[in-house]
């Protein structure tokens, strides 16, 4: 009988929800007036800020140096671990707002080499970061951070520390703390049930985000907690996405799809995008569309084998599920006969279909959509040329 029962002890829940407090200067550990500056105090908070937003930390390829938070995790003597992360809104109610940390990022510190160290993606091989080294002068980094961090014990490479890596989180040996269904499957099979986990634990969490559809796995009696969120890159992916406003010219095409957006990492599996389309591949997220506050209007493109390229405009509900899907432009390479267009207004899209088999004389036919209240498209009465 395969256990799924996690004791997991580094998760603290609690029916209190979120705390929106924020940082407060006594939160920044010890005040430096000892550097070469005076007496002018310089906090840890202060500190962490100004190295982080002066490196090339691969958070700030998803999240603006703006949003982006840092306080050290743990230190020994000579390395200090820093965690990158957000505060997000997870209220389901506007009038009551609550508020959580969503880490975006890891780096370490070294103190004898200087040396900043992104290990986000790959803590076995760590993207040496460039920053402002004149930060750090005259300020002692591990001193001015000290009452704040957790020290690390003696010995071979232990470290002891208040809350645990993402990296190092394994659900029964196996699961990683982001795990796909597919995942869980490979491990344990198919759950036996799903429930989500505000219906079985409603005062509690698994991950201190709150998110309305975390779920329970449950196999053999046991469950297994699990959440929508795929990765810490994916957290706001839309809202990383520029919006574009009307009206909107679309004619993408092989020569430059790849410029466009950013490459899909999981998001259209997440929502159950189907290209219906077995050759599907290189799907790319381009931009999204301010149709209206009761959903989202998303762009993507993707290739069909290695010679068509299909660019399709989603409605998405609350809850990320596609309310609809329209094809607003296509470009094929095999022939370069065939191609489609779009012209993307507030009150109506425009898709003309190009027949370019006869050179002198293309033909094109027009179709006119409109964007219902509800998210779906409806086409108009066809006109002529």
């Not at 796909?180 to 490979?186: I, P, V």
């Not at 010219?249 to 466009?260: A, L, P, V």
């Not at 399709?312 to 095999?334: C, F, M, N, S």
Request: net charge negative; charged share 30%; aromatic share 10%.
């Amino acid at each position: 009988m395969v256990k799924t029962l996690i004791l997991f002890s580094a998760l603290i829940f609690s029916c209190q929800g979120a705390s929106d407090r924020k940082p407060s200067e006594t939160d920044s550990g010890v005040v430096d007036r000892t550097g070469t500056e005076g007496n002018k105090s310089v906090s840890c908070k202060d500190i962490l800020t100004n190295l982080i937003k002066t490196s090339n930390a691969v958070a700030f390829d998803h999240f603006s140096k703006t949003t982006v938070q840092a306080k050290i995790s743990h230190k020994t003597s000579e390395k200090a671990t820093i965690k990158l992360y957000v505060i997000s809104d997870v209220s389901e109610n506007p009038s009551e707002r609550r508020s959580t940390e969503q880490t975006v990022g890891w780096l370490e510190y070294y103190k004898p080499t200087g040396k900043l160290m992104d290990i986000t993606n790959d803590p076995d091989r760590p993207l040496e970061l460039k920053y402002d080294k004149t930060v750090l002068q005259g300020h002692d980094l591990f001193r001015v951070c000290d009452s704040e961090t957790v020290i690390a014990k003696p010995g071979a490479g232990y470290e002891q520390r208040d809350v645990m890596l993402e990296k190092d989180i394994r659900f029964n040996g196996k699961v990683k703390r982001f795990f796909a269904l597919a995942e869980f499957e490979q491990f344990f099979g198919k759950p036996d049930s799903i429930r989500l986990l505000a219906d079985e634990e409603p005062c509690i969490t698994i991950f201190n985000t709150e998110a309305p559809d975390d779920k329970y796995l449950y196999k053999n009696g046991s469950p297994v907690g699990s959440s929508r969120e795929a990765s810490a890159a994916e957290i706001h992916v839309l809202e990383k996405l520029p919006v574009r406003h009307f009206p909107i010219m679309d004619s993408t095409r092989f020569e430059n799809f790849e410029q466009i957006g950013m490459p899909d990492k999981g998001f259209l599996k997440r929502i159950k995008f189907n290209p219906e389309r077995t050759d599907a591949k290189n799907f790319r997220l381009n931009y999204t569309i301010p149709f209206s506050k009761n959903f989202t209007s998303l762009v993507l493109t993707y290739q069909s084998g290695e010679h068509e390229l299909f660019t399709t405009l989603i409605t998405l509900g609350k809850e990320d599920q596609i309310i609809d899907r329209l094809d607003v432009v296509y470009d094929e390479i095999a022939e370069s006969a065939f191609s489609k267009t779009s012209k993307i207004e507030k009150d109506k899209i425009t898709v003309t279909n190009w027949n370019w088999i006869s050179e002198e004389n293309p033909v094109s036919e027009i179709k006119t959509y409109i964007v219902q209240q509800d998210g779906k498209f409806k086409v108009l009465p066809s006109a002529e040329k």
